[in-house]
Nanobody, 119 residues
Framework: QVNLVETGGGLVQPGGSLRLSCTAS????????GAWYRQTPGKEREMVAT???????NYADSVRGRFTISRADPKNTLYLQMNSLRPEDTAVYYC?????????????WGQGTQVTVSS
């Protein structure tokens, strides 16, 4: 079992920035697809950004150009840099590590961190 712990959420004004971190209990992100998702009450969880083993990234249209996903393999950590934040970015943000190792599929999620964008 791999534990993922997100930190960095909080309250920020529109136009501000936050950096979320997701630290894994073991080496996992360099072996898998890392991703950030978000969810608001009454809505389905949506993909925000992904990064694969060879650092190829993908973003939701709503955040492209404002958010950047990255990772630091020696720290077993995934990041989400969020700039030019908008009230509609308010959500609980979750990190995810998923993939295949030695023929076994895995899919780990963090517990979530609240991001609130409000004046």
């Amino acid at each position: 079992q791999v534990n993922l712990v997100e930190t960095g959420g909080g309250l920020v004004q529109p136009g501000g920035s936050l950096r979320l971190s997701c630290t894994a209990s073991t080496r996992i992100f360099s072996l898998s697809n890392g991703a950030w998702y978000r969810q608001t009450p009454g809505k389905e969880r949506e993909m925000v950004a992904t990064i694969n083993r060879i650092y190829r990234t993908n973003y939701a249209d709503s955040v492209r150009g404002r958010f950047t996903i990255s990772r630091a393999d020696p720290k077993n950590t995934l990041y989400l840099q969020m700039n030019s934040l908008r009230p509609e970015d308010t959500a609980v943000y979750y990190c995810r590590a998923s993939g295949l190792i030695d023929g076994k599929q895995f899919d780990y999620w963090g517990q979530g961190t609240q991001v609130t964008v409000s004046s």
